[in-house]
């Protein structure tokens, strides 16, 4: 039987990061409201799906959160000042998934997408760090890793601890 203190400590803690990341759902989606979101859930069935067009995938962080990790095939792209001439022999319709730590970054720049001509855009929820959560894989370079920048210390708090990587 386990300490009772550290199961409640727990219990706290998945609570407040569940409530958090849903005042931020709720945030982003009144902040971007013409950006269409996918749970980390939908995109693992989409990715498993051979028959389906396979998305690009997007990682609207800093070149230092992405190089402690990010999603298999991701691309970076800088979150201010997203430069699209990366993406001009990509379809109008190609379907982009965007994500960055919690959703915000990665809105903005489906946004600008969606601006820029771009139809099939959608913001991954939770982004990276509800997808490493979940316990889904991330890569440092093409190997597997458990550990997420955290961008900073209020916003590692919504990682768990043994996926929480070092700032800075």
Not at 12 to 38: C, D, E, G, Y
Not at 73 to 101: F, K
Not at 153 to 163: D, E, F, I, S
Request: hydrophobic residues 40%; contains cysteine; aromatic residues 10%.
């Amino acid at each position: 039987m386990g300490d009772p203190v550290f199961q409640l400590s727990e219990v706290v803690i998945l609570n407040w990061r569940s409530l958090a990341f849903n005042l931020l759902k709720k945030l982003i989606a009144r902040k971007f409201p013409t950006v269409q979101s996918i749970t980390c859930e939908e995109l693992v069935q989409w990715l498993e799906n051979p028959e389906q067009i396979q998305p690009i995938l997007l990682d609207a962080r800093s070149e230092a959160e992405y190089q402690v990790s990010h999603l298999q095939q991701a691309r970076r792209i800088d979150p201010n000042c997203p430069n699209l001439t990366g993406l001009v022999e990509v379809s109008p319709q190609m379907p982009i998934v965007v994500y960055c730590s919690v959703g915000y970054r990665s809105a903005r720049v489906a946004t600008r997408l969606l601006q820029a001509g771009y139809s099939h855009v959608y913001n991954l929820e939770g982004s990276i760090f509800q997808w490493v959560n979940e316990g889904r894989p991330v890569f440092q370079d093409d190997r597997p890793t458990v550990v997420v920048h955290p961008y900073n210390w209020v916003w590692g708090t919504l990682l768990k601890w043994q996926n929480r990587g070092q700032a800075g």
